[in-house]
């Protein structure tokens, strides 16, 4: 049975930094990523990590977010520095074991205050 267990989220003040974990178990994850929704918007990608490291980013969070994962590849991070009030939103952590079958966490409010 695979399940994410997410935590880091909060409330911070522009200009501050949180730092997003997710735990998976259940299966091996060939992508782990985290995407967000904020109200009235629809869910977007926020980075995402392949097996071996590769990373994408979304434009808006360049430069200010890293992503990583654990040697065991079933924990994923999400560095978030230089929070705006813009990146408030619900995160969610997604894993992917092959194209088309992926899971999702139960999301974790970042809220950021200006």
């Known amino acids: 049975q695979v399940r994410l267990v997410e935590s880091g989220g909060g409330l911070v003040q522009a200009g501050g930094s949180l730092r997003l974990s997710c735990a998976a178990s259940g299966s091996i994850f060939s992508v782990m990523g985290w995407y967000r929704q904020a109200p009235g918007k629809q869910r977007e990608l926020v980075a995402r990590?392949?097996?071996?490291?590769?990373?994408n980013y979304a434009d808006s969070v360049k430069g200010r977010f890293t992503i990583s994962r654990n040697n065991a590849g079933n924990t994923v991070y999400l560095q978030m520095n230089s929070l705006k009030p813009e990146d408030t939103a619900v995160y969610y952590c997604?894993?992917?074991?092959?194209?088309?079958?992926?899971?999702w966490g139960q999301g974790t409010q970042v809220t950021v205050s200006s």
């Open positions: 997604n894993a992917e074991i092959t194209r088309g079958l992926a899971y």
């Open positions: 990590i392949i097996s071996g490291s590769s990373t």
